[in-house]
Protein backbone atom coordinates (compact mmCIF):
# COMPACT_ATOMS: atom_id res chain seq x y z
CA UNK A 1 0.00 0.00 0.00
CA UNK A 2 2.69 2.42 0.66
CA UNK A 3 4.74 1.59 -2.16
CA UNK A 4 1.43 2.50 -4.50
CA UNK A 5 0.83 5.60 -2.54
CA UNK A 6 4.57 6.55 -3.50
CA UNK A 7 4.13 5.87 -6.82
CA UNK A 8 1.37 7.93 -7.30
CA UNK A 9 3.58 10.75 -5.54
CA UNK A 10 4.08 13.34 -7.81
CA UNK A 11 7.41 15.55 -6.76
CA UNK A 12 5.92 18.45 -7.89
CA UNK A 13 3.28 18.74 -5.59
CA UNK A 14 3.43 21.53 -3.15
CA UNK A 15 2.78 18.99 -0.30
CA UNK A 16 5.15 16.56 -1.62
CA UNK A 17 7.46 16.26 1.72
CA UNK A 18 4.82 16.41 3.94
CA UNK A 19 3.06 13.57 2.23
CA UNK A 20 6.11 11.23 2.16
CA UNK A 21 6.76 11.84 5.63
CA UNK A 22 3.31 10.75 6.40
CA UNK A 23 3.52 7.52 3.92
CA UNK A 24 6.56 6.85 5.71
CA UNK A 25 5.10 6.77 8.94
CA UNK A 26 2.03 4.85 7.98
CA UNK A 27 4.38 2.20 6.60
CA UNK A 28 6.21 2.30 10.30
CA UNK A 29 3.17 2.05 12.19
CA UNK A 30 1.71 -0.74 9.91
CA UNK A 31 5.46 -2.92 10.42
CA UNK A 32 5.27 -2.05 14.50
CA UNK A 33 1.35 -3.38 14.12
CA UNK A 34 2.35 -6.49 12.13
CA UNK A 35 5.03 -7.66 14.53
CA UNK A 36 2.83 -6.48 17.50
CA UNK A 37 0.38 -9.02 16.37
CA UNK A 38 3.06 -11.60 15.28
CA UNK A 39 4.65 -10.91 18.41
CA UNK A 40 1.14 -11.64 20.58
CA UNK A 41 0.15 -14.74 18.39
CA UNK A 42 3.49 -16.13 18.89
CA UNK A 43 3.29 -16.02 23.00
CA UNK A 44 -0.64 -17.20 22.73
CA UNK A 45 1.04 -20.47 20.79
CA UNK A 46 3.91 -20.21 23.00
CA UNK A 47 1.39 -20.26 26.44
CA UNK A 48 -0.98 -22.93 24.77
CA UNK A 49 2.05 -25.69 24.47
CA UNK A 50 3.38 -25.02 27.49
CA UNK A 51 -0.01 -25.42 29.18
CA UNK A 52 -0.77 -28.57 26.57
CA UNK A 53 2.24 -30.01 27.60
CA UNK A 54 1.91 -29.86 31.15
CA UNK A 55 -1.30 -31.66 30.56
CA UNK A 56 -0.12 -34.43 28.53
CA UNK A 57 2.64 -34.76 31.80
CA UNK A 58 0.23 -34.90 34.12
CA UNK A 59 -1.93 -37.33 31.85
CA UNK A 60 1.09 -39.64 31.64
CA UNK A 61 1.90 -39.23 35.35
CA UNK A 62 -1.34 -40.41 36.16
CA UNK A 63 -1.58 -43.28 34.22
CA UNK A 64 2.27 -44.26 35.40
CA UNK A 65 1.07 -44.06 39.04
CA UNK A 66 -2.48 -45.78 38.27
CA UNK A 67 -0.40 -48.74 36.60
CA UNK A 68 1.88 -48.89 39.39
CA UNK A 69 -1.12 -48.87 41.81
CA UNK A 70 -2.96 -51.72 40.17
CA UNK A 71 0.63 -53.90 40.22
CA UNK A 72 0.94 -53.02 44.30
CA UNK A 73 -2.43 -54.34 44.10
CA UNK A 74 -2.22 -57.58 42.58
CA UNK A 75 0.85 -58.08 44.35
CA UNK A 76 -0.41 -57.35 47.65
CA UNK A 77 -3.35 -59.20 47.33
CA UNK A 78 -1.44 -62.83 45.91
CA UNK A 79 0.68 -62.83 48.24
CA UNK A 80 -1.47 -63.24 51.37
CA UNK A 81 -3.53 -65.26 49.61
CA UNK A 82 -1.12 -67.26 49.06
CA UNK A 83 0.47 -67.54 51.98
CA UNK A 84 -2.75 -68.44 53.55
CA UNK A 85 -3.50 -70.94 51.32
CA UNK A 86 -0.62 -72.86 52.18
CA UNK A 87 -1.04 -72.59 55.71
CA UNK A 88 -4.61 -74.13 55.39
CA UNK A 89 -3.63 -76.98 53.37
CA UNK A 90 -0.52 -77.67 55.09
CA UNK A 91 -2.90 -77.84 58.22
CA UNK A 92 -5.24 -80.59 56.18
CA UNK A 93 -2.73 -82.38 55.28
CA UNK A 94 -0.09 -83.25 57.80
CA UNK A 95 -1.10 -83.96 61.75
CA UNK A 96 1.00 -80.93 63.12
CA UNK A 97 1.42 -80.64 66.97
CA UNK A 98 -0.55 -77.67 68.77
CA UNK A 99 2.27 -75.32 68.76
CA UNK A 100 2.71 -75.52 65.11
CA UNK A 101 -0.88 -75.38 64.19
CA UNK A 102 -0.73 -72.11 66.31
CA UNK A 103 2.23 -70.81 64.36
CA UNK A 104 0.61 -71.46 61.24
CA UNK A 105 -2.71 -69.98 62.50
CA UNK A 106 -0.91 -66.48 63.65
CA UNK A 107 0.35 -66.79 60.21
CA UNK A 108 -2.45 -66.72 58.38
CA UNK A 109 -4.33 -64.13 60.69
CA UNK A 110 -1.49 -61.60 60.22
CA UNK A 111 -2.16 -62.07 56.48
CA UNK A 112 -5.99 -61.98 56.74
CA UNK A 113 -5.06 -58.59 58.35
CA UNK A 114 -3.11 -57.25 55.54
CA UNK A 115 -6.54 -58.23 53.54
CA UNK A 116 -8.06 -55.99 55.72
CA UNK A 117 -5.85 -52.83 56.08
CA UNK A 118 -5.98 -52.67 52.16
CA UNK A 119 -9.55 -53.09 51.38
CA UNK A 120 -10.12 -50.59 54.79
CA UNK A 121 -7.53 -48.35 52.73
CA UNK A 122 -8.93 -48.45 49.37
CA UNK A 123 -12.35 -48.48 50.47
CA UNK A 124 -11.92 -45.70 52.59
CA UNK A 125 -9.74 -43.38 50.32
CA UNK A 126 -12.63 -43.83 47.79
CA UNK A 127 -15.07 -42.49 50.16
CA UNK A 128 -13.49 -39.48 50.98
CA UNK A 129 -12.32 -38.51 47.58
CA UNK A 130 -15.91 -39.06 46.58
CA UNK A 131 -17.66 -37.13 49.35
CA UNK A 132 -19.39 -39.58 50.76
CA UNK A 133 -17.88 -40.69 53.74
CA UNK A 134 -19.80 -39.08 56.58
CA UNK A 135 -17.36 -37.76 59.16
CA UNK A 136 -18.18 -38.73 62.92
CA UNK A 137 -17.16 -36.36 65.38
CA UNK A 138 -17.37 -37.80 68.78
CA UNK A 139 -15.16 -37.96 72.16
CA UNK A 140 -12.81 -40.58 71.79
CA UNK A 141 -9.93 -41.71 73.96
CA UNK A 142 -7.21 -41.73 71.28
CA UNK A 143 -4.75 -43.12 73.94
CA UNK A 144 -6.41 -46.19 73.61
CA UNK A 145 -6.95 -46.19 70.33
CA UNK A 146 -3.11 -45.79 69.93
CA UNK A 147 -2.11 -48.42 72.68
CA UNK A 148 -4.31 -50.87 70.83
CA UNK A 149 -2.77 -50.21 67.63
CA UNK A 150 0.71 -50.34 68.84
CA UNK A 151 0.22 -53.51 70.83
CA UNK A 152 -1.20 -55.50 67.80
CA UNK A 153 2.01 -54.58 65.62
CA UNK A 154 4.10 -55.53 68.36
CA UNK A 155 2.26 -58.87 68.77
CA UNK A 156 2.87 -59.59 65.66
CA UNK A 157 6.13 -58.45 65.21
CA UNK A 158 7.69 -59.87 68.00
CA UNK A 159 11.11 -60.07 66.29
CA UNK A 160 11.62 -56.28 66.70
CA UNK A 161 12.62 -53.89 68.65
CA UNK A 162 9.43 -51.69 70.42
CA UNK A 163 9.21 -48.89 72.52
CA UNK A 164 5.46 -47.28 73.23
CA UNK A 165 5.16 -44.74 75.17
CA UNK A 166 1.81 -43.22 75.49
CA UNK A 167 0.11 -41.06 78.25
CA UNK A 168 -2.73 -42.56 79.26
CA UNK A 169 -6.07 -40.16 78.63
CA UNK A 170 -5.66 -37.96 76.17
CA UNK A 171 -9.14 -37.27 74.08
CA UNK A 172 -9.74 -36.26 70.71
CA UNK A 173 -13.02 -34.82 68.70
CA UNK A 174 -13.08 -36.91 65.89
CA UNK A 175 -13.85 -40.43 63.90
CA UNK A 176 -12.79 -43.68 65.48
CA UNK A 177 -12.58 -45.79 62.07
CA UNK A 178 -10.15 -42.88 60.38
CA UNK A 179 -7.70 -42.23 63.54
CA UNK A 180 -7.66 -45.73 64.15
CA UNK A 181 -6.18 -45.98 60.47
CA UNK A 182 -4.11 -43.02 60.66
CA UNK A 183 -2.11 -44.77 63.72
CA UNK A 184 -2.15 -48.23 62.05
CA UNK A 185 -1.09 -47.00 58.48
CA UNK A 186 2.28 -44.75 60.52
CA UNK A 187 2.52 -47.89 62.42
CA UNK A 188 3.07 -50.12 59.24
CA UNK A 189 4.45 -48.01 57.34
CA UNK A 190 7.52 -48.10 59.78
CA UNK A 191 7.40 -51.55 59.96
CA UNK A 192 7.60 -52.06 56.11
CA UNK A 193 10.24 -49.89 55.54
CA UNK A 194 12.82 -50.51 58.56
CA UNK A 195 14.83 -53.59 59.09
CA UNK A 196 13.36 -56.27 60.98
CA UNK A 197 16.07 -56.03 63.61
CA UNK A 198 15.47 -52.08 64.42
CA UNK A 199 13.53 -50.09 66.94
CA UNK A 200 10.36 -48.70 65.78
CA UNK A 201 9.10 -45.91 68.56
CA UNK A 202 5.50 -45.00 69.40
CA UNK A 203 4.60 -42.09 71.62
CA UNK A 204 1.54 -40.04 72.69
CA UNK A 205 1.87 -37.07 74.46
CA UNK A 206 0.09 -33.91 75.44
CA UNK A 207 2.43 -30.69 74.62
CA UNK A 208 1.01 -27.18 75.71
CA UNK A 209 -2.60 -26.72 73.72
CA UNK A 210 -1.51 -29.69 71.54
CA UNK A 211 -1.64 -33.88 70.92
CA UNK A 212 1.54 -35.29 69.11
CA UNK A 213 1.63 -38.42 67.64
CA UNK A 214 5.35 -39.45 66.75
CA UNK A 215 6.09 -42.75 64.86
CA UNK A 216 10.10 -43.03 64.51
CA UNK A 217 11.69 -46.20 62.49
CA UNK A 218 15.28 -46.83 61.84
CA UNK A 219 14.74 -47.61 58.26
CA UNK A 220 16.50 -46.04 55.18
CA UNK A 221 15.48 -42.02 55.59
CA UNK A 222 13.52 -40.03 53.23
CA UNK A 223 14.86 -37.73 51.26
CA UNK A 224 14.05 -33.86 51.53
CA UNK A 225 12.86 -34.10 47.84
CA UNK A 226 10.63 -37.40 48.50
CA UNK A 227 9.34 -35.89 51.62
CA UNK A 228 7.29 -33.34 49.97
CA UNK A 229 6.01 -36.14 47.34
CA UNK A 230 5.13 -39.32 49.59
CA UNK A 231 1.62 -37.72 50.90
CA UNK A 232 0.56 -38.18 46.97
CA UNK A 233 -2.45 -40.53 46.44
CA UNK A 234 -0.38 -43.72 44.78
CA UNK A 235 3.24 -42.08 44.88
CA UNK A 236 5.95 -44.72 46.26
CA UNK A 237 9.38 -43.70 46.23
CA UNK A 238 11.13 -46.07 43.33
CA UNK A 239 9.04 -48.28 40.92
CA UNK A 240 7.13 -51.49 40.92
CA UNK A 241 9.89 -53.58 39.62
CA UNK A 242 12.68 -52.48 41.62
CA UNK A 243 11.47 -51.79 45.07
CA UNK A 244 10.98 -54.34 47.37
CA UNK A 245 8.32 -53.37 49.98
CA UNK A 246 4.66 -53.64 49.97
CA UNK A 247 2.34 -51.13 49.99
CA UNK A 248 0.31 -49.44 47.35
CA UNK A 249 0.72 -45.66 47.62
CA UNK A 250 -2.55 -45.16 49.37
CA UNK A 251 -1.18 -45.27 53.28
CA UNK A 252 0.44 -42.40 53.72
CA UNK A 253 -2.02 -39.94 51.42
CA UNK A 254 -4.82 -41.54 53.78
CA UNK A 255 -2.88 -40.02 56.56
CA UNK A 256 -2.43 -36.76 55.88
CA UNK A 257 -6.07 -36.55 54.18
CA UNK A 258 -7.65 -37.90 58.01
CA UNK A 259 -5.15 -35.44 59.83
CA UNK A 260 -6.28 -32.65 57.12
CA UNK A 261 -9.98 -33.38 58.29
CA UNK A 262 -9.29 -33.67 61.71
CA UNK A 263 -7.57 -29.79 61.32
CA UNK A 264 -4.17 -31.79 62.30
CA UNK A 265 -1.02 -31.44 60.45
CA UNK A 266 1.51 -34.39 59.40
CA UNK A 267 5.22 -33.96 58.85
CA UNK A 268 7.89 -36.32 58.02
CA UNK A 269 11.54 -35.52 59.35
CA UNK A 270 14.83 -37.61 59.87
CA UNK A 271 15.90 -39.56 62.94
CA UNK A 272 18.99 -39.55 64.20
CA UNK A 273 21.25 -41.61 63.39
CA UNK A 274 19.30 -43.41 60.85
CA UNK A 275 15.24 -43.22 59.63
CA UNK A 276 12.56 -41.09 60.12
CA UNK A 277 9.70 -39.36 62.27
CA UNK A 278 6.25 -38.75 61.56
CA UNK A 279 4.73 -36.43 63.37
CA UNK A 280 0.86 -35.84 63.17
CA UNK A 281 -0.04 -32.54 65.58
CA UNK A 282 -3.92 -31.92 66.46
Not at 16 to 21: A, G, H, S
Request: proline content about 2%.
Amino acid sequence: MAAYQLQELKKDDPAYVNKLDQISLEKKNKTAQYISEGTVFLLVILVGAFFLFRAILRHIRIQQQQQNFMMAVTHELKTPIAVTKLNLETIQKYKLDENKQSKILRSSLQEINRLDSLANNILISAQLEGGYYQLAREDLDFSQITLAASSNFRDRNADRNWNIDIDAGIHLIGDRLLLAILVNNLIENAVKYSPKSSSISISLKKEANHVNLKVKDEGPGISANERKKIFRKFYRIGNEETRTSQGTGLGLYLCRKIASDHQARIVVSNNSPVGSIFTVSF
